[in-house]
Structures are given as C-alpha cells and as structure tokens.
C-alpha cells in the first residue's frame, strides 16, 4: 500500500506545526520497522525520526535541531547531502535501492545497503521546506546474496580444477569479508591417518599456523584434533577455561583468539579429509547461522579437497576425478529438476524418473502417509525390469525392506546387517538392492530404493542415492508445505471476498483481484457489494497494510463492521466512522491501517444515484457513456490511525452507459521495468481507450493496460470492482 498523494485532482494543504507534524510523525512511523527521519530547512535539521534510524544511524532523540550533516558526519563524503540538497533544491524525489553507506566513527565502522526513498516536503504556499527520508535496510539480505555468489564462485573454481590453497584461501577471506568477527581456518588430514596439516589461515598470525601445523588427532587436542578423532563438530566457547585446550591456551591468547568451533570436513564415502574451524576473538556462543554456515563451507570444503586428491593421483584417481565432476553435475541438475516441482508428489516421482538409468536400472519411491506406507512412482530402464516388480516375492521382500528403513531411518542395502538372510536371496534378474530414507527434520517420510539388474550396487551409486535423496527430501517437504500453504491462503482470501457478486437492478457488475507472487499469504485488499433495506445497496473496495494473519483479520473486520453498520445507519460517512471506531479500538497492531472506498447506491427510473467516501484509497474513477473519464479526488484520511474520522460523501448519478471504476494500489503502483507506476493517469488513458463499456469489458482493458505495462509479475495484490449503469 502506498501514501504518496493522488496525482489527480486538485491537491489541498493544511497548515501544521512542527510540534503537530513532528507528533504525527511519532504515530505513523515509531513502531515501524522502516527507518524515517524528517528534515527541515535547507541546512537540513533533523526534525523527527523514529527509533530504527537511532538503531541504524547512531545518536538519540535528543539530537534533534541539529544538521544531519553534523549528527552522522560520515554521510558528508558519501554524497547523502548532495542527494538530499537535489530534492530540496529541486523539489524531485529520489529513489535508490541497495545503497552502500559506512556507518560509525573510525575504528567501529560498519557497512551497511539500504534501500533510500527521498520526498520533499511543501509548506501550505507549496514550497519545499524539508526532506522526509525513508529506508530500509537491507544488509542481511545484501550479505547472503554475497554468500550465495561466493559460493557459486568457489564450485565454479572446483569445477574448473583450481589450486586447492587458491579455493580454500578464497572461502576464508570470503566468510572473514563477510563476518568479520570470524577467522577461519582449514587443515587438511595428514595421509598417515594421525594428523592434521594446515590447509589455510589468511586471518590467524603466522606463529599460529606455524604452531598447530601437524597436531595430533585424538580425545582433548584442541577443537579440531577433537573433531577430527570424533567424527562430529566441537564447540569450544571459552579456550581458557576447555580442558581440550591444555596445553595450547597460552599459544591462543598470543594469537588473540577465544573461542573455537571446529567441524570435521568428511567425504563422500565418510573419510577424514580434515577440519573447517571458526575463531572468535571473544569468549561466545555460536548462534545458528554460525553453525549453518561451517556445516555449508565444510561440504564445499570436502568438494575442494577430494578434487585436489583426484587430480594430484595417478591415472586412476584421474578417472574417479572425472566420475566426480559427473556425479556432482547430476545431483546438482537432478535437485534442481526436482525443486522446480511444486507439487509433493510430482517432485518424488521426478526423483524416481532421475535415478534411472544413471544410478540403477530400476526405481521405486514409497511414501508414509496416515500410518500407511503407499508406493507413488516406480521407473525403468525397459519394460521387462518394470516388470520385475510384479514379482510377488520381490514385491514382498522390498515391502519388508522399506518397513524396515522407515522405522530406523538408515540406509539399507543387500550387505548391511539389517537385512535378513531371506531377503539377501539372489532373486532372477536382480543382483542388489538399496533403500535410502527420505528424511527431514529428524523424520523419515518415505523410502528411495535401488534394484540393480546387471552388476552389484556399489558405494559410489549408493552415495550418490543418498545425497540425491536428502535433496529431493528437503524439497519434496518444501513442496508439501508451499502446497498446504497455498491451499491455506486461497481458502482465507476466498472466506475474505463474497462468493459471488449480487444482481443488482438497472446495474451491471464485475469484480476480479489477482493475488501477489505465489498466493502464499492472505492478501489485504478486498471489496464487496451487499443489500440494504429501502432498495439501496452498498458497495466497498479497500486494502488493509500488509498481508497474513494479521491483514486477513483486519480484513474481516472491515467486512463485518460495515456489513452490521449499514443496516442501522443511513450515512455512508457514519458507517465509515463506525469502520474507523472498530479498527481504532480492537486490540490489533497499531500499525495496520486501511484505505477503503464505501458507497450506497439507489436505482431510479432514470439512472443509479450514487453516494460514496473516500478514505485515503486510490480515487474512484467515472467513465461516461461517451467516453470521457472523471477522477472524484475526495479528500478523506486513511481509517484506523486517528479515532476522529471526519468525511463527507460524495455524489454522482450513473446514466445508462456510464461506469464507476474502483481500483486498488497494486493496479496504480504497478511498476515498470525502469521503475515508473502505472498511476492514474495511465488508468484514465486505459478507460478512454476501452472499447467495450460493459463491467467485464473495462475489467479487462484495465489489465490488459497493466500487464502491457508491467509483465504478468505483481509484487502487491490487485482488486477491480467495476459498477456499469444499464
């Protein structure tokens, strides 16, 4: 939803006090998590601002009155105050996403993106007398998208054979860059079994890495000769206190480090190839991301090493080098294909489509579903392996297996321990079997299994199974819950619109709203036409702030208030004000509000006499039988802000032929590629151009206009009511 003013129409000004404006500010803007600092003048004196821009920006309330330029005077370099003389100077908004700004005095810096919107602000004779700066900071999403290409940098550098000190000195300073907190390092596992040799340390001082270069691996040798000899990441959050760390204490303080989490770096077929450690400076905890993170890069890490193994080999170790490659390029195009499924079923039954003839001649994927097990996809190479599972004894032994790998969650195949004697038999046509569990979250909810036909199934098609399955688990899960959701958010905003529109005599009705993204939240903009006693009808079109929960609750409110209001009272601006009463007194955030259009219609003999408000919604528009269009700019102040509500109707008469429009903010504001809305005036232009004046017909024109203009892509919610006179 947006606040900018309408573009149509004339626009009035009030006369407000700084006090007055500055306390508006307060009640718009304090709990919002956007940053808002207003600035008065042409020395641009900070007026008011709400908690987040102190939080990002440094200082307290009490700077107010002073120039920004001298409360953050890093910004003065950065050319924030050239951008903000412009727009004082030139009374133009400015808008810039993903700025790079240094934050803190010298020795605290901190970097930080945002994204900055700058409107000027006119006092009542129109001249501009500040900037109102709006941002928000994007920093978190910034270092991710960093961390996501860093890491497609260093899969590019394993995949294009690039020296192992280059990947793994890269990754260090890649995370240190990021976090700057951290200081990694790498060691590599020693081929005698026993040790551990330094792989990288940009961060660590050289005595340092000199130091630990070939410690020992076994029980209580530091954080990574532990996690070496353990097999399982070792969290030391505070070396002077770690018993593991005796002996080594005294080198740690030298080295400025206090806390340590190492994490064994293990290859696909579980061997040791060394430790991914993560140092801090300070005694701490690791947070989740932290542990997200080493779990990350030491799998990249693992990539790194067994390539540089494979290639450093003899001709051999270069060909299990080039199955390498081969097997990473097929799990990373096999999960891709199956993420790209949205549906749960469709994306196991791709798993099962994928693994034949690459891993095995013959597929199948059982799932858990109520306490029942269901087989839901099955793949071959040629009719006749299909046709192995019609086998009675077959079907009865890979029953058994998959009963068994749902129960214990673990790999099992013809070798392992778990299965019996009897299903160990040699079957005609098959040589080996595998069950691999699908498992996320610590649960088993399905079963990948492997029939060979020609030759035994090795540890390398087994692995491979096993990788293929926790991805293709992972997104079968995110499939399952996109789809419930989804389901879940049409539902509500189903519940939230009426069902059907109303017949309305000597009117002819449409309405139409297009959901934004995937539909995976509740929408809040909505609209609705109900009966009224005396032959009138009411009809409305708003948009509550925000989406989810929280909006659709608001929604409802809105529709049941106005529902109840309108069948006692006979003045639309009093069923508005009792719409504002509620949304002002309910016990929701304070911070949703609601633009909304109300009206009441009659029908003459002649024509459809219309009264409506306008509170703080994109103004309704008028298309005549002739063709010509007219804006009613209505002034009215958004509901739910201020418990006062003050309005009054507006009215217009409908001749046969003529049309009211109403539109949400997700029709005007829809953005082009450059940037620009759709506005008003281009909604006026796609009126006048309609061909039909039916309510469909102008429904249709309308997002013809809007998808000409934007793509088919909507980033906010889009509603149309359209009321055509007959």
Same mark, same amino acid.
């Given at each position: 939803?947006?606040?900018?003013?309408?573009?149509?129409?004339?626009?009035?000004?009030?006369?407000?006090?700084?006090?007055?404006?500055?306390?508006?500010?307060?009640?718009?803007?304090?709990?919002?998590?956007?940053?808002? &600092?207003?600035?008065?003048?042409?020395?641009?004196?900070?007026?008011?601002?709400?908690?987040?821009?102190?939080?990002?920006?440094?200082?307290?309330?009490?700077?107010?009155? &002073?120039?920004?330029?001298?409360?953050?005077?890093?910004?003065?370099?950065?050319?924030?105050?050239?951008?903000?003389?412009?727009?004082?100077?030139?009374?133009?908004?400015?808008?810039?996403?993903?700025?790079?700004?240094?934050?803190?005095?010298?020795?605290?810096?901190?970097?930080?993106?945002?994204?900055?919107?700058?409107?000027?602000?006119?006092?009542?004779?129109?001249?501009?007398?500040?900037?109102?700066?709006?941002?928000?900071?994007?920093?978190?999403?910034?270092?991710?998208?960093?961390?996501?290409?860093?890491?497609?940098?260093?899969?590019?550098?394993?995949?294009?054979?690039?020296?192992?000190?280059?990947?793994?000195?890269?990754?260090?300073?890649?995370?240190?860059?990021?976090?700057?907190?951290?200081?990694? *390092?790498?060691?590599?596992?020693?081929?005698?079994?026993?040790?551990?040799?330094?792989?990288?340390?940009?961060?660590?001082?050289?005595? @340092?890495?000199?130091?630990?270069?070939?410690?020992?691996?076994?029980?209580?040798?530091?954080?990574?000769?532990?996690?070496?000899?353990?097999?399982?990441?070792?969290?030391?959050?505070?070396?002077?206190?770690?018993?593991?760390?005796?002996?080594?204490?005294?080198?740690?303080?030298?080295?400025?480090?206090?806390?340590?989490?190492?994490?064994?770096?293990?290859?696909?077929?579980?061997?040791?190839?060394?430790?991914?450690?993560?140092?801090?400076?300070?005694?701490?905890?690791?947070?989740?991301?932290?542990?997200?993170?080493?779990?990350?890069?030491?799998?990249?890490?693992?990539?790194?090493?067994?390539?540089?193994?494979?290639?450093?080999?003899?001709?051999?170790?270069?060909?299990?080098?080039?199955?390498?490659?081969?097997?990473?390029?097929?799990?990373?195009?096999?999960?891709?294909?199956?993420?790209?499924?949205?549906?749960?079923?469709?994306?196991?039954?791709?798993?099962?489509?994928?693994?034949?003839?690459?891993?095995?001649? =013959?597929?199948?994927?059982?799932?858990?579903?109520?306490?029942?097990?269901?087989?839901?996809?099955?793949?071959?190479?040629?009719?006749?392996?299909?046709?192995?599972?019609?086998?009675?004894?077959?079907?009865?032994?890979?029953?058994?297996?998959?009963?068994?790998?749902?129960?214990?969650?673990?790999?099992?195949?013809?070798?392992?321990?778990?299965?019996?004697?009897?299903?160990?038999?040699?079957?005609?046509?098959?040589?080996?079997?595998?069950?691999?569990?699908?498992?996320?979250?610590?649960?088993?909810?399905?079963?990948?299994? =492997?029939?060979?036909?020609?030759?035994?199934?090795?540890?390398?098609?087994?692995?491979?199974?096993?990788?293929?399955?926790?991805?293709?688990?992972?997104?079968?899960?995110?499939?399952?819950?996109?789809?419930?959701?989804?389901?879940?958010?049409?539902?509500?905003?189903?519940?939230?619109?009426?069902?059907?529109?109303?017949?309305?005599?000597?009117?002819?009705?449409?309405?139409?709203?297009?959901?934004?993204?995937?539909?995976?939240?509740?929408?809040?903009?909505?609209?609705?036409?109900?009966?009224?006693?005396?032959?009138?009808?009411?009809?409305?079109?708003?948009?509550?702030?925000?989406?989810?929960?929280?909006?659709?609750?608001?929604?409802?409110?809105?529709?049941?208030?106005?529902?109840?209001?309108?069948?006692?009272?006979?003045?639309?601006?009093?069923?508005?004000?009792?719409?504002?009463?509620?949304?002002?007194? *309910?016990?929701?955030?304070?911070?949703?509000?609601?633009?909304?259009? @109300?009206?009441?219609?009659?029908?003459?003999?002649?024509?459809?006499?219309?009264?409506?408000?306008?509170?703080?919604?994109?103004?309704?528009?008028?298309?005549?039988?002739?063709?010509?269009?007219?804006?009613?700019?209505?002034?009215?102040?958004?509901?739910?802000?201020?418990?006062?509500?003050?309005?009054?109707?507006?009215?217009?008469?409908?001749?046969?032929?003529?049309?009211?429009?109403?539109?949400?903010?997700?029709?005007?504001?829809?953005?082009?590629?450059?940037?620009?809305?759709?506005?008003?005036?281009?909604?006026?232009?796609?009126?006048?151009?309609?061909?039909?004046?039916?309510?469909?017909?102008?429904?249709?024109?309308?997002?013809?206009? &809007?998808?000409?203009?934007?793509?088919?892509?909507?980033?906010?919610?889009?509603?149309?009511?359209?009321?055509?006179?007959?």
């Amino acid at each position: 939803m947006s606040l900018q003013p309408d573009r149509l129409g004339a626009v009035t000004t009030h006369s407000r006090s700084p006090s007055r404006r500055t306390g508006e500010y307060e009640d718009l803007f304090d709990q919002a998590p956007v940053i808002f &600092v207003a600035l008065s003048g042409p020395s641009h004196l900070l007026e008011a601002a709400n908690p987040a821009f102190f939080e990002a920006f440094g200082g307290d309330r009490t700077d107010t009155g &002073v120039p920004i330029g001298e409360l953050i005077p890093e910004l003065v370099p950065q050319g924030v105050l050239d951008r903000l003389d412009a727009v004082y100077r030139t009374g133009t908004a400015f808008r810039a996403r993903g700025a790079r700004l240094v934050l803190g005095a010298p020795g605290a810096e901190r970097e930080g993106f945002f994204d900055f919107t700058y409107e000027p602000r006119r006092d009542p004779m129109g001249e501009v007398d500040g900037v109102a700066v709006i941002a928000v900071e994007t920093t978190v999403y910034h270092h991710a998208q960093l961390l996501a290409a860093e890491q497609r940098i260093l899969l590019e550098q394993i995949a294009r054979d690039a020296p192992l000190d280059d990947i793994l000195t890269g990754m260090a300073r890649a995370i240190e860059e990021l976090s700057p907190e951290l200081i990694v *390092s790498v060691l590599l596992a020693d081929p005698d079994g026993r040790h551990l040799r330094h792989g990288t340390g940009p961060g660590l001082p050289d005595f @340092y890495n000199e130091a630990i270069d070939g410690i020992a691996i076994g029980p209580d040798v530091g954080s990574c000769g532990t996690a070496a000899y353990l097999r399982v990441p070792v969290i030391v959050t505070d070396i002077a206190t770690d018993h593991r760390w005796e002996g080594y204490q005294e080198l740690a303080a030298r080295a400025g480090v206090a806390a340590c989490w190492s994490t064994p770096i293990l290859g696909a077929d579980n061997r040791l190839l060394g430790t991914f450690a993560m140092y801090h400076r300070a005694p701490k905890v690791p947070e989740e991301k932290d542990v997200a993170l080493s779990a990350a890069f030491a799998r990249i890490a693992a990539l790194a090493i067994e390539r540089h193994q494979a290639v450093e080999t003899s001709r051999a170790a270069q060909e299990r080098e080039k199955e390498a490659r081969e097997d990473l390029a097929f799990v990373l195009e096999a999960s891709t294909a199956i993420t790209r499924e949205p549906h749960y079923f469709d994306c196991l039954q791709r798993l099962a489509r994928l693994t034949v003839p690459t891993l095995a001649p =013959l597929c199948s994927v059982h799932v858990l579903e109520d306490g029942r097990t269901r087989r839901i996809a099955v793949a071959a190479a040629t009719p006749a392996e299909e046709g192995l599972l019609a086998s009675p004894v077959l079907r009865d032994q890979a029953d058994r297996a998959v009963a068994r790998v749902l129960a214990s969650g673990t790999t099992e195949t013809d070798h392992t321990d778990a299965s019996p004697a009897a299903d160990r038999r040699v079957l005609p046509g098959v040589t080996g079997y595998v069950c691999v569990p699908l498992a996320t979250l610590g649960r088993t909810f399905g079963v990948l299994t =492997l029939l060979a036909t020609d030759r035994p199934l090795d540890g390398h098609a087994i692995a491979l199974a096993e990788e293929l399955a926790r991805r293709a688990a992972s997104s079968a899960d995110n499939a399952h819950q996109f789809s419930d959701r989804v389901q879940l958010a049409r539902d509500l905003q189903a519940g939230l619109l009426p069902p059907e529109l109303p017949r309305i005599p000597g009117a002819d009705l449409a309405a139409s709203y297009h959901p934004a993204g995937e539909g995976l939240e509740v929408g809040g903009d909505f609209y609705d036409v109900f009966p009224l006693p005396d032959d009138r009808w009411a009809f409305m079109i708003g948009d509550v702030c925000g989406r989810g929960a929280l909006a659709a609750t608001t929604t409802g409110m809105v529709r049941h208030t106005a529902r109840a209001a309108a069948r006692l009272l006979h003045d639309p601006a009093a069923v508005v004000a009792a719409i504002n009463d509620a949304l002002t007194g *309910s016990a929701l955030h304070e911070d949703y509000f609601v633009s909304l259009v @109300y009206g009441e219609l009659r029908h003459t003999p002649s024509h459809l006499a219309l009264e409506l408000i306008r509170a703080g919604h994109v103004p309704p528009l008028v298309r005549r039988s002739d063709g010509t269009v007219e804006q009613l700019v209505h002034p009215g102040l958004l509901l739910g802000i201020d418990p006062e509500f003050d309005g009054t109707a507006c009215r217009r008469d409908l001749f046969p032929g003529d049309s009211l429009v109403l539109v949400t903010d997700g029709i005007t504001e829809a953005r082009s590629a450059t940037g620009e809305f759709f506005d008003e005036h281009r909604l006026a232009d796609a009126l006048l151009l309609a061909t039909s004046s039916g309510a469909a017909g102008l429904i249709e024109a309308v997002h013809a206009a &809007v998808t000409a203009f934007a793509g088919r892509s909507t980033p906010d919610d889009q509603a149309t009511l359209v009321l055509t006179a007959t």
